[in-house]
Structures are given as C-alpha cells and as structure tokens.
C-alpha cells in the first residue's frame, strides 16, 4: 500500500454507522486515526489508505464487532481468522467459497450469501433480512468485499468481477469501477456479483504461513483490493481505456512504452494477479457495457469499437459474458426496443 492511495468517505460509512447516534465517541475514534470528523459529511471526499486501514482495525476494537454492528447477532473478534483457517484447508476456490459462506452463516443472521455456477459464469448472490435500510445496503457492500477479497487471496490473483448489482440505490463514486467493474448497477432487483467460474478451479495457494502474514495485514491487503490505482495492472488498464481498439499496443510494446521488458511486464503483471491477455478482455467488456448503458451506438459500431470484426461473433461473446444479448441488455437501461 503505497503512502498515495486514497479512499472515499462514503467507505469509511459502514465502518463508523454503529457511532452515528454518538458523536463524541465517533469524533473520539476518527482523531485515533488523523481523520477529520468533518469529513464524514462528505461521501466524496478522500482519506489516505492508511487511515482507512487504521480505523478498520479500531472500530473492531471498539465495536468488538468484526462486522461493525452491521448484523443482530454480529463476528466476535477472531471469527474472521477462525473461518480463514478452516478455508485454507480446501483444495479449490470453489469448495473453499462454499465453506466460506457456509462458515459466515454460522455468525452472521442477517446477511446469507450463496454461489450458484451456471455454466461458464459463478454468481455470488445474498439475501438480507436486516430492517434498517442502512445497515443492509452497508452489510451488503461490507459482505460482498469481504467474500471476493478472500477470493482473491486465496487464489493469490485478482479475480474480475463482470456483473455487480446492488439492491439499494447510492451516488456513484470514481472507486466503484475499479472495486465492482464497469458493470454495476443500483437500485437492482437483487444483490449479486458475477464472474468467470474458471477461477473457482484455481487451486488454493494459500497456507498458515501466509494466513499469519494476511491475518496482521487484512485491513491494508482489503485496501489494495479496493484501489489498485498505481499498480502495472492499472496501468495496462488506463492505457486501453484512453484509446480506440485499432491503436491498443501488444504486450511488446506497452513494455517499450514502459521501458520494461516483455518478460518483466509479464512478471509484474502476474504477481498483480492477471495477464496482459486478461486485462485487454476485461477492458473490452467494460466498454461494451458503458457504451450498451450510456450511449447511442449501435452494436455494430460497439462491436467493431472493441475489436469484433462481425456484429454476431459479439453477440456471441457478450452472450457468454452476461447470458443476455447486447439489445436486452441496452433494453433494461435505456428502455428501448431490443436490437437485433
């Protein structure tokens, strides 16, 4: 976590919602870690990273809660290291997820979580039963953070998240994208994240040694997760984003772009989780979905924006990303008739 990284104070809301109705406490807490309580009026404005991971680690201490008060029944501190030990006994993503949510089941009364594959794609769905309409909506981004983060880590890659839809309806923040990816959606029917069930037959790398190490450094790695904003990977990501298909570079050359070589960008990459390859695809699904919810493209412009020489070989790929087509899902957004 580099000194630069930043996070929204919206972030910092599900930490801090249990000291709402006592201010002198929550002042109290926020000047342990150098934050101004002034700023907790202000979703959009920034703290340092460092700051954030602080006051995770306090409001746990303070609360006695790992979940911040945020459930009826709540995560006794030593919860979360007790369900990361039983998780990185499993073999895959897969069973160690399904153990996952079955083990925060056994804490949590208010917020149920389930893995549902479907072929291709791996849905993360959870049900809520809290009553305040604050505390669910700030349990269910708390929940799902914590469920891909572990994710990730047990892998030891970034996993991309292809669809993210939330019930409860909020501003949109510069950070969303880079924690739920560009599909995301408020005000959904449901709250769910979906991505590639390839990754859930990663095997798990993790081990007591490293848990010991993750367990010291939860808040900060949950950070990273957050905001990979200086890394390589991000890098790699801005620079196909700032430019049309035709002029994205290949590998070789990002890497003179960089003044690396082909093999360190690749090994920079892989230690961030990802690949050139992956990058460049999951770039292009954002942009496809961007454009299908914003603008008023066609699809076979969409389609040859992101590198699809043939509207139906789109058509194809975006049935595989979504399991809809690229009119029914402009159609759900914008209202419109579905294209053909």
Not at 164 to 185: C, I, K, P, V, Y
Not at 301 to 306: L, N, P
Request: with cysteine.
């Amino acid at each position: 976590m580099r000194e630069t990284d930043s996070v929204a104070v919206y972030f910092m809301y599900p930490m801090i919602h249990a000291l709402r109705e006592d201010p002198q406490r929550l002042r109290s807490v926020l000047e342990q870690v150098g934050i101004d309580p002034v700023l907790m009026d202000q979703p959009t404005a920034r703290v340092p990273a460092t700051a954030f991971a602080a006051l995770w680690l306090v409001q746990i201490r303070e609360l006695d809660d790992e979940f911040f008060q945020l459930d009826s029944h709540g995560m006794p501190p030593g919860s979360f290291a007790l369900i990361c030990r039983a998780l990185i006994q499993e073999p895959t993503l897969e069973k160690a997820m399904r153990q996952c949510l079955a083990n925060f089941s056994l804490f949590l009364r208010d917020f149920r979580g389930t893995l549902n594959v479907r072929g291709k794609r791996a849905v993360i769905g959870l049900q809520t039963r809290a009553q305040n309409t604050d505390v669910a909506h700030f349990g269910e981004e708390t929940f799902l953070v914590l469920m891909i983060s572990l994710l990730c880590w047990l892998g030891g890659r970034r996993i991309p998240i292809d669809r993210a839809d939330f019930r409860h309806e909020r501003l949109s923040l510069s950070d969303d994208s880079l924690l739920w990816g560009a599909n995301l959606t408020f005000g959904a029917e449901r709250t769910e994240i979906e991505f590639d069930s390839r990754y859930l037959q990663l095997p798990v790398v993790q081990d007591l040694v490293s848990l010991k190490a993750f367990l010291r450094s939860a808040p900060q790695w949950l950070v990273i997760r957050f905001r990979n904003q200086h890394g390589l990977a991000s890098q790699v990501h801005q620079r196909l984003r700032n430019s049309h298909y035709s002029q994205w570079p290949t590998l070789e050359a990002f890497a003179i772009e960089q003044h690396l070589s082909p093999s360190t960008v690749r090994r920079k990459l892989e230690r961030e989780g990802c690949s050139f390859q992956e990058i460049k695809d999951e770039v292009r699904r954002g942009v496809a979905f961007e454009q299908l919810r914003q603008s008023q493209s066609s699809i076979t412009v969409i389609a040859e924006q992101i590198g699809f020489q043939e509207p139906s070989a789109f058509h194809r790929a975006f049935k595989k990303w979504t399991g809809e087509s690229p009119g029914r899902y402009r159609a759900r957004f914008q209202g419109k008739r579905l294209d053909t």
